[in-house]
């Protein structure tokens, strides 16, 4: 008995440890206004179940995202670092190699980590989540958004039955309201009190009432969580988040940095620590999720981050977290796509500075190209010819001005620019100041900034910088569909050396330890002899019969055929001088030197002027 006493004595301290960590739900909704919630003053929009959860809980007034964009959002928030430093800037793109992320920092806590749905963060297997509800994880069919298998509640039941003493942090993110938007039942279009920043025409009310059914639908699914949660009888011991990952998808809101864009609903309940009923007027970014939940867990904060906790705004009601917060938009990698970055920071008194780096070039995205549902922007044209506020919301949409500064306590809409008033000069100045600041701090540079991760273009050819990769979205494949495929460059350094290239996973180049090799999608690897010269120019060629050539400093080096077209762009990303978002060892690491001009040319290396 006294052994067993002894015994109990030591092991108290790391029961009670586990026993009080929080369960940790988190509900993200995707593409959602803060302002598209009954429990933000929404009377429109039906959302009994983010009302409640707001009733039980603290309700942020100032949440933001830090990027406008789901991937790049998503990034943000599980790694706890603003896109630039985390390495996901366009949508769609990867982290950077060795980025510490949430679930590998709630595992140390003893949690299990479970991610249902969407995911949307690059490379998927260097975040060690468990992933469930893939079916409804998928863009579409539709019909799938509501996790109709109910994998996500299923999985908490048998969690909680099956593992009680483990601590569980599951996050559920269904593609609602993302467009496609479900099909309109409940709402009439001609009744609901449309927002001032969208022109009020059939279309748009049509798309609204869509979008509202979408929010209703997402809704219900969280319905389902918080009653799964409650019947389990873990809602005393669970902290519950509910949040979206950045704006809806209308002209001025996703993939911009106006406020419709970056401002999301954040509501939390976790009984016995948040007051029920608050509200919050603390600064908050997404990019504080991750500290917030390491520091819940009972974690020693995680140094490096950009991030901060706010766990005392919700335990002891602390009025402040951030004086200002950064925010940005490299938009989609799509060729059809403008390139139209813009880097912002927001203040907690209210003000709103935006500075855009290609201000002459038109704002393109897929609402005005290739709208999957309830395409409404042609109607937006044809009004703008005859209605002057829908010409204004057209071109606010369309051009930016160099430099935008808001003040959101009188102009919510930011409808009114301020960066040429001369009363508004002295916030002007200081706000762009702490922009330059904050860039500065990150590492990056306006040319890194006008530029992008983007190919520069020529006449049927392309060429990536060192230690970049370019998206298989950024070519026109009915364009770029090379007979014949050249890669051309000049390489320093191949007695260390590494990887040259990955063509959209279709072959690998290496240049290491004198030796140039080519590993193709099928297997085949060959290798050259090895070289006297640690640098010179090479030039690659391959065939869409399967030939490949390749000469390094005019010498014929090796010749195959592989018999397979290996020339065609596929899905993924085109590098020089990596592997993207992999750190490797061996002939694929990073390559360890200087490769200079690396060019993609398509048929021909020479060029004649068109006559």
Not at 104 to 132: C, M, N, Q, W
Not at 253 to 263: F, I, P
Not at 557 to 585: E, N, P, R
Request: with cysteine.
């Amino acid at each position: 008995m006294k052994h067993i006493l002894l015994l109990l004595a030591i092991l108290s301290p790391f029961i009670t440890r586990s026993q009080s960590k929080p369960n940790i739900v988190i509900y993200i909704t995707d593409d959602q206004n803060q302002e598209d919630v009954g429990a933000y003053g929404n009377t429109d929009v039906r959302t009994p179940n983010m009302d409640q959860l707001a009733k039980e809980g603290m309700r942020f007034n100032k949440a933001y995202a830090a990027s406008s964009m789901c991937s790049p959002s998503r990034s943000v928030m599980f790694t706890g670092l603003y896109p630039y430093r985390n390495g996901s800037q366009m949508n769609h793109f990867t982290t950077r190699p060795g980025i510490g992320n949430l679930p590998a920092f709630l595992k140390e806590a003893g949690y299990r980590v479970v991610i249902a749905g969407k995911t949307d963060v690059f490379p998927l297997s260097a975040f060690p989540f468990e992933h469930i509800g893939k079916e409804f994880g998928k863009y579409e069919p539709v019909a799938n958004r509501t996790d109709r298998r109910q994998e996500s509640v299923k999985m908490i039941e048998s969690h909680f039955k099956e593992k009680p003493e483990q601590p569980l942090c599951i996050i559920i993110a269904p593609w609602l309201p993302h467009v496609p938007w479900v099909k309109n039942v409940d709402y009439d279009p001609a009744k609901i009190k449309l927002p001032d920043y969208l022109a009020d025409t059939k279309e748009t009310r049509a798309a609204v009432a869509s979008y509202y059914q979408s929010i209703t639908t997402a809704d219900s699914l969280l319905g389902e969580v918080m009653t799964t949660v409650d019947r389990a009888g873990k809602k005393d011991n669970t902290a519950f988040f509910y949040f979206a990952d950045q704006g809806a998808q209308f002209p001025g809101a996703k993939w911009t940095v106006y406020d419709k864009g970056l401002r999301v609903p954040f509501i939390v309940r976790w009984p016995g620590q948040v007051a029920k009923g608050s509200t919050s007027d603390a600064l908050i970014s997404l990019v504080d999720l991750t500290p917030t939940l390491v520091d819940m867990a009972g974690l020693k904060p995680k140094t490096g981050l950009d991030g901060k906790s706010f766990k005392d705004v919700l335990t002891k009601g602390k009025k402040e977290h951030h004086e200002y917060i950064f925010a940005e938009t490299s938009v989609e990698p799509h060729y059809w796509y403008n390139y139209t970055p813009s880097r912002s920071v927001l203040t907690a008194s209210g003000l709103h500075y935006i500075r855009n780096y290609h201000p002459g070039r038109r704002f393109i995205t897929h609402i005005d190209k290739v709208e999957r549902n309830m395409f409404y922007f042609d109607s937006w044209v044809e009004s703008a010819l005859n209605n002057n506020k829908s010409k204004f919301l057209l071109d606010r949409y369309s051009y930016r001005e160099p430099e935008e500064l808001f003040n959101l306590i009188n102009d919510k809409n930011e409808f009114v620019n301020l960066s040429g008033a001369p009363a508004s000069r002295s916030d002007l100045l200081k706000l762009a100041g702490l922009l330059q600041q904050e860039l500065d701090r990150q590492g990056e540079s306006e040319a890194s900034i006008v530029h992008g991760p983007l190919p520069d273009f020529y006449d049927r050819s392309y060429e990536i910088r060192q230690n970049t990769g370019a998206s298989d979205l950024s070519f026109n494949r009915k364009v770029w569909n090379p007979d014949t495929l050249y890669i051309t460059g000049y390489l320093d350094g191949i007695d260390k050396g590494g990887i040259v290239c990955d063509y959209f996973g279709q072959f690998k180049v290496s240049a290491y330890q004198n030796k140039i090799g080519v590993e193709f999608a099928d297997g085949k690897v060959f290798y050259g002899s090895p070289l006297e010269e640690p640098r010179g120019n090479l030039v690659f060629r391959l065939t869409n019969k399967g030939q490949v050539e390749i000469h390094f400093n005019g010498a014929a080096v090796l010749q195959q055929d592989v018999k397979a077209d290996f020339t065609k762009i596929k899905a993924g990303y085109v590098t020089s001088g990596k592997l993207q978002g992999l750190d490797v060892s061996g002939k694929y690491q990073t390559f360890v030197g200087k490769i200079t001009g690396l060019k993609f040319s398509m048929n021909t290396l020479s060029r004649a002027p068109q006559q």
